[in-house]
């Protein structure tokens, strides 16, 4: 049975920085595909950071771009989205989601990787909390 589990959540002021954690079972990183997607109360789901766990490719929103690092270390078996300069926009619900490589559908394009629609059928965490106090 497949479990992504996000940890790393909390809340910290405009300018620090966070460092969220996706722990997978039943799951390896090797290969496929990760997002980390971020929901605020009354706004769309929207995808900030991705990447092909197999060639290390990495994908970034424009509105995180510079500021959060998507990374993964497969001998633990998790993705980590580093999060420095935060902002008073960038709090939220922050998911994880994945694809494994043999998966049907599997990894989207780079093109729509970072559409939420194109991981309807993937594997999600259950989301970890980001506050930014100014």
């Known amino acids: 049975q497949v479990q992504l589990v996000e940890s790393g959540g909390g809340s910290v002021q405009a300018g620090g920085s966070l460092r969220l954690s996706c722990a997978a079972s039943?799951?390896?990183?090797?290969?496929?595909?990760m997002c980390w997607f971020r929901q605020a109360p009354g706004k769309e789901r929207e995808g900030v950071a991705a990447?092909?766990?197999?060639?290390?490719?990495?994908y970034y929103a424009d509105s995180v771009k510079g500021r959060f690092t998507i990374s993964q270390d497969n001998a633990k078996n998790t993705v980590y989205l580093q999060m420095n300069s935060l902002k008073p926009e960038d709090p939220a619900m922050y998911y994880c989601?994945?694809?494994?490589?043999?998966?049907?559908?599997?990894?989207?394009?780079?093109?729509?990787?970072?559409?939420?629609?194109?991981?309807?059928?993937?594997?999600w965490g259950q989301g970890t909390q980001v506050t930014v106090s100014s």
């Open positions: 039943g799951y390896t990183y090797s290969s496929g595909c």
């Open positions: 989601a994945g694809y494994r490589d043999y998966d049907s559908p599997h990894c989207p394009s780079p093109g729509r990787i970072l559409y939420p629609r194109s991981w309807t059928f993937g594997y």
């Open positions: 990447m092909y766990t197999g060639s290390g490719s990495t």
